[in-house]
C-alpha cells in the first residue's frame, strides 16, 4: 500500500478516531458504532476505506463483523516518518542546549525560580 493512500485514509477524523479504538482490542461493528456515534451504514463506509487502505482487517465471527487494526501499515508509515522525526529531534536538542545556556547565563535577567 502506498503511503499516499495511508495517509488519505487517515486524513478524516472519524477514522482515526477509530483507528484509536481499534488499538486497544478487536471490536464488532456494533461496538464501534456506539463509541464513535455516527451511523451504522456512515461507520460501515469508514471501516471500507480503512480495510481497503490495509489498516484493519475483517473477521466473521457468527453474525458479527470483527474489525482488528493491522500493525504492518502503520509501521511503514512510522518508517516513512523516520527521517522527519530526526530532523525534528535535532531541533528540539539544539532549542534544548539553547535553554540550557541561557539558564546558565548570569547576565540574563529573566527571574530563576
Do not use: F
Not at 464501534?32 to 473477521?59: F, M, N, W, Y
Not at 509501521?75 to 530532523?87: N, Q
Request: with cysteine; proline share 9%; aromatic share 4%.
Amino acid at each position: 500500500m502506498s503511503a499516499d493512500t495511508l495517509w488519505a485514509a487517515l486524513a478524516d477524523p472519524h477514522r482515526r478516531a477509530m483507528v484509536g479504538l481499534l488499538l486497544t482490542r478487536p471490536m464488532p461493528v456494533g461496538e464501534i458504532v456506539d463509541a464513535c456515534g455516527l451511523s451504522q451504514p456512515s461507520t460501515s463506509k469508514h471501516l471500507k476505506v480503512l480495510r481497503e487502505a490495509g489498516l484493519v482487517r475483517v473477521r466473521q465471527d457468527a453474525q458479527r463483523r470483527v474489525y482488528a487494526l493491522d500493525p504492518a501499515p502503520i509501521a511503514e508509515l512510522d518508517a516513512w516518518l523516520a527521517p522527519y522525526r530526526r530532523l525534528w529531534n535535532r531541533g528540539l536538542d539544539t532549542l534544548g542546549r539553547r535553554l540550557d545556556e541561557t539558564a546558565d547565563d548570569p547576565r540574563d535577567p529573566s527571574p530563576k525560580d
